[in-house]
């Protein structure tokens, strides 16, 4: 199976800070990710697949890259909506893995 | 609008069977696929499997694929996901969720563009 791993597992910054996430494949997955914010109690909530596609009600703040084994997602500027738990999911015709997610904590 | 209402909480005695329901409603069923997540309190996200609503194919994840069986009844647009021999750690809430993108769309597979609500199961003596 192919492990994801996301980095760091937590992230406390501020509102107005650019932020990234990084989450790395044990092996190329060409462009199969995608990545998902999680407030608690909800479900999931797609943001980015492709590696670089924003979902259509995803806020252009958010933006994916990344290709083979190293992808990121970074928000521009943070909102205090945004402080939540997100997680990288990689995607194929036979699976799929999560990553173990990255809180991002209000500073 | 796309929704998937999932059946109602579970509690399960250890090495008991489960089946969760996910009726899906506002697009057209047979064109999409369903992922099986599941969260166990206060961890992250684990994917369990998905199925064809199209075909009926499936792919599971290597670490329930003894103990889970997923299907689809067409004529009610309902995706079920059933897992036997249940333990302790399926303590989880479980979620459906549908494929962003329809069947045809073969590189966007397991995209989970729309979730169900969630049922929590819990497995306990």
């Known amino acids: 199976d192919i492990q994801m791993t996301q980095s760091p597992s937590t992230l406390s910054a501020s509102v107005g800070d650019r932020v990234t996430i990084t989450c790395r494949a044990s092996q190329s997955i060409s462009s199969g990710l995608a990545w998902y914010q999680q407030k608690p109690g909800k479900a999931p909530k797609l943001l980015i697949y492709?590696?670089?596609s924003l979902e259509s009600g995803a806020l252009s703040r958010f933006s994916g890259s990344g290709s083979g084994t190293e992808f990121t997602l970074t928000i521009s500027s943070l909102e205090p909506d945004d402080f939540a738990t997100y997680y990288c999911?990689?995607?194929?015709?036979?699976?799929?893995?999560f990553g173990q997610g990255t809180k991002l904590e209000i500073k | 609008q796309v929704h998937l209402l999932q059946s109602g909480t579970e509690v399960k005695k250890p090495g008991a069977s489960l089946k969760v329901s996910c009726k899906a409603s506002?697009?057209?069923?047979?064109?999409?696929?369903i992922s099986w997540v599941r969260q166990a309190p206060g961890q992250g996200l684990e994917w369990l499997g998905w199925i064809s609503a199209y075909n009926g194919d499936t792919n599971y994840a290597q670490k329930v694929q003894d103990r889970v069986t997923m299907t689809t009844d067409m004529s009610t647009s309902t995706a079920y996901m059933e897992m036997r021999s249940l333990r302790s750690d399926d303590t989880a809430v479980y979620y459906c969720?549908?494929?962003?993108?329809?069947?045809?769309?073969?590189?966007?597979?397991?995209?989970?563009?729309?979730w169900g609500q969630g049922t929590l199961v819990t497995v306990s003596s």
């Open positions: 492709q590696a670089s």
């Open positions: 969720a549908r494929d962003l993108q329809d069947i045809v769309e073969e590189s966007t597979v397991k995209v989970c563009g729309f």
């Open positions: 999911q990689h995607y194929n015709s036979y699976s799929a893995t």
């Open positions: 506002g697009y057209t069923f047979g064109n999409y696929g």
